[in-house]
C-alpha cells in the first residue's frame, strides 16, 4: 500500500486530539501566538473563528488537504483532509505538539491522552445499515439471529473496542467503528452522490510523560501501530468488504 489511502474512499482524513486534565489558556495572548506560528507554518489556514466553546483555525473547505485545528477547555484538537501522503497528513500534528506546550503551558504531567482517529468516508446511495450488515455481518450467526421474517433493519453501526500490549507502561486502546447516515432512507436525486459511510480506527495512548518532547514519540508510535492495523486487518476486513457492498448496490 502506498502513503494515502484516498484510492480507498472518496475522503481520507487523520485527526488528532491532545487532552490535559488543568483548563487550557483561551486568552486572546497565548492562544493567538499559537494560531499565529501555526498559520505561519502553513498560510492556507487563515480563517480564524470564534464559537461558544471553541477556538478554531482552519483553511477553506475546498482546500487539499484541508486542515484545522480547535480549542476548546481541556483538549486541543487538529485535523488534515486528503493529504496526498500520510507524512503530509501527519505534519500539522506534529506543529500542533510541538507548539502548544510552549504557549498553552502543557507540562509532562497534565498530559491525560493522546488521540489519533484515521477515517474513511465511503460514498453509498442504498441504506447504509443495510450495507453494513450485508458486508460485515452476511453468512455469520448473528446474521442468523435476525432472520425474523418480515422485518427491516434499521441501525447498524458497529463498534468494537481492544488494548493493545506494547513496550510502554501506558495503555494503548483501539477502537474500530462505522457509522452510517441513513435510517430513514430516502432514494437520492439523479446525479447525488448520497451520504457517507464512514469507517473510523481511533487510538488512544493514556497517561502523563517524562518529558513534553516525548510527546512527538507518543505520536509516531501510535501513528506506527494505527497502520499496521489499517494494512493488515483494517483494509481487507472492513474497507474491501464495505467497498464491495457499496458498488454491488449501486450496479
Not at 26 to 31: F, L
Not at 142 to 171: F, H, W, Y
Amino acid at each position: 500500500m502506498g502513503d494515502s489511502y484516498r484510492a480507498l474512499c472518496n475522503d481520507f482524513y487523520v485527526n488528532q486530539k491532545l487532552q490535559v486534565k488543568l483548563d487550557l489558556p483561551k486568552d486572546r495572548g497565548s492562544a493567538l501566538e499559537m494560531f499565529e506560528r501555526i498559520r505561519k507554518q502553513f498560510p492556507h489556514m487563515s480563517n480564524f473563528r470564534r464559537y461558544k466553546e471553541e477556538l478554531a483555525l482552519e483553511s477553506v473547505q475546498s482546500d487539499v488537504p484541508h486542515r484545522w485545528c480547535a480549542l476548546r477547555t481541556n483538549h486541543l484538537r487538529s485535523g488534515t483532509v486528503n493529504a496526498a501522503t500520510l507524512d503530509e497528513a501527519y505534519q500539522l500534528h506534529r506543529a500542533v505538539l510541538e507548539l502548544a506546550p510552549m504557549y498553552l503551558s502543557i507540562s509532562p504531567l497534565d498530559v491525560d491522552c493522546l488521540e489519533v482517529l484515521f477515517g474513511f468516508d465511503m460514498l453509498a446511495t442504498g441504506s447504509h445499515d443495510q450495507i453494513v450488515f450485508d458486508a460485515l455481518y452476511g453468512g455469520s450467526p448473528m446474521a442468523n439471529v435476525l432472520e425474523m421474517g418480515n422485518t427491516k433493519l434499521v441501525d447498524c453501526q458497529p463498534t468494537i473496542g481492544l488494548t493493545i500490549p506494547g513496550k510502554s507502561a501506558r495503555e494503548l486502546e483501539a477502537f474500530f467503528e462505522v457509522k452510517t447516515r441513513s435510517r430513514n432512507f430516502v432514494p437520492p436525486s439523479d446525479g447525488e452522490p448520497g451520504e457517507p459511510i464512514s469507517v473510523y480506527l481511533t487510538l488512544r495512548r493514556f497517561g502523563s510523560v517524562a518529558t513534553i518532547d516525548e510527546l512527538q514519540r507518543v505520536f509516531d508510535e501510535v501513528t506506527r501501530i494505527g497502520q499496521e492495523i489499517i494494512e493488515h486487518r483494517l483494509i481487507p476486513r472492513m474497507i474491501v468488504p464495505l467497498r464491495e457492498a457499496i458498488a454491488s448496490g449501486n450496479a
